[in-house]
């Protein structure tokens, strides 16, 4: 498997996942943009302003991690590749260079709770979900490289 930077040229690939790992992992999750809109916005948001990397393997996409500011904004991985280390090996190099990071996830998503727990993430904040746009209860997790003073978030 090949982890490197995605391109605009990408943006299919990655929506795919997007949508396709949402709905496997949160089926109960109001589903508000149609996919033409979620290729819109992966090709022209996340893919041109943000920090994204793709794991390819025999030349397909399997997932993608985007990071910006601090934040993990987005870890998908195609669900026919779960439980293969893929998530594993695209958070370990978006993380490489940073001594923290922090995410939203929601509360009902407890396989990628599970995940991100043990990989150091901790929960930090949990809310009833009036300021996302599903208006479903997320929770704000926490990675702090250990040794490394815990910035104030
Ligand atoms: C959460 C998610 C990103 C994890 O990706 P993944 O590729 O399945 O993750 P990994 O394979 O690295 O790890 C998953 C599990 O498989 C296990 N695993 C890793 N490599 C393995 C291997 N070679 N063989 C068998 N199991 C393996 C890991 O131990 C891990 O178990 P754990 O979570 O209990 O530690 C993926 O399930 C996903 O895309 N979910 C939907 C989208 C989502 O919810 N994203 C998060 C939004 S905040």
């Not at 293969?84 to 998503?109: H, I, P, Y």
């Amino acid at each position: 498997m090949i982890i490197d930077a995605a391109s605009p040229a990408d943006a299919q690939a990655l929506a795919c996942i997007h949508l396709a790992a949402r709905h496997a992992a949160m089926p109960w999750l109001p589903v508000l943009h149609s996919p033409e809109s979620v290729l819109w916005y992966v090709r022209n948001r996340v893919v041109t302003s943000e920090k994204v990397l793709i794991a390819r393997d025999e030349g397909q996409a399997r997932g993608f991690i985007s990071v910006k500011g601090g934040w993990l904004t987005h870890l998908y991985v195609a669900p026919p590749h779960w439980g293969k280390g893929v998530g594993a090996r695209l958070l370990e190099t978006a993380r490489s260079d940073l001594s923290a990071l922090q995410l939203w996830v929601f509360e009902g998503n407890t396989r990628a709770r599970r995940f991100y727990s043990q990989r150091g993430f901790r929960d930090c904040a949990f809310t009833d979900g009036q300021r996302n746009e599903e208006k479903m209860p997320d929770v704000r997790m926490v990675w702090v490289r250990r040794g490394q003073a815990a910035p104030r978030f």
